[in-house]
């Protein structure tokens, strides 16, 4: 018996689809790694017919670095009871310097997440499409969130 819920596929499956239009969407994707678009598609999509197709570790490994954030590692370690920090130690190169377009960029991306939940809820009601979009642009603000933290921490 698999210990791995449908909620927790769920969850995988969106920080799949999160990771892979952080990065530029799933065409370019697979340009840059093992498998084609219409696999990162599947391993992307609830419906039922796709519901055991998960990406492979390799692959979300790639696509967390193409997305510049650890969004597929990170839903596998809340998955298991974890949260990532970044590692100090790992020898990466410098942030660099905290500048006036960190802000802006950060403000931008808030107000994306502003304009589609307004958008969204307008009707009383955000279906699933709309759900898609404010948490496309809620992963794209965490992105920008911990780009900032990161040179604010130098």
């Given at each position: 018996?698999?210990?791995?819920?449908?909620?927790?596929?769920?969850?995988?499956?969106?920080?799949?689809?999160?990771?892979?239009?952080?990065?530029?969407?799933?065409?370019?994707?697979?340009?840059?790694?093992?498998?084609?678009?219409?696999?990162?598609?599947?391993?992307?999509?609830?419906?039922?017919?796709?519901?055991?197709?998960?990406?492979?570790?390799?692959?979300?490994?790639?696509?967390?670095?193409?997305?510049?954030?650890?969004?597929?590692?990170s839903a596998m370690a809340k998955a298991l009871g974890y949260r990532l920090v970044p590692d100090e130690d790992a020898g990466l190169a410098a942030p660099a310097r905290?500048?006036?377009?960190?802000?802006?960029?950060?403000?931008?991306?808030?107000?994306?997440?502003?304009?589609?939940?307004?958008?969204?809820?307008?009707?009383?009601?955000?279906?699933?499409?709309?759900?898609?979009?404010?948490?496309?642009?809620?992963?794209?603000?965490?992105?920008?969130?911990?780009?900032?933290?990161?040179?604010?921490?130098?």
């Open positions: 018996m698999r210990t791995v819920s449908e909620e927790e596929v769920r969850t995988l499956k969106g920080a799949t689809e999160a990771a892979c239009k952080l990065g530029g969407g799933v065409t370019n994707f697979a340009l840059l790694t093992r498998v084609n678009v219409a696999t990162l598609s599947k391993y992307a999509s609830i419906n039922e017919e796709y519901s055991e197709s998960l990406m492979p570790v390799d692959v979300a490994i790639e696509a967390d670095r193409w997305a510049k954030s650890p969004v597929i590692v905290l500048t006036e377009r960190d802000a802006h960029t950060v403000l931008s991306e808030a107000m994306d997440v502003t304009r589609e939940t307004l958008a969204a809820v307008e009707d009383g009601h955000a279906d699933a499409c709309e759900r898609k979009k404010i948490r496309k642009e809620l992963m794209e603000l965490v992105r920008a969130a911990e780009t900032m933290l990161l040179k604010v921490r130098g």
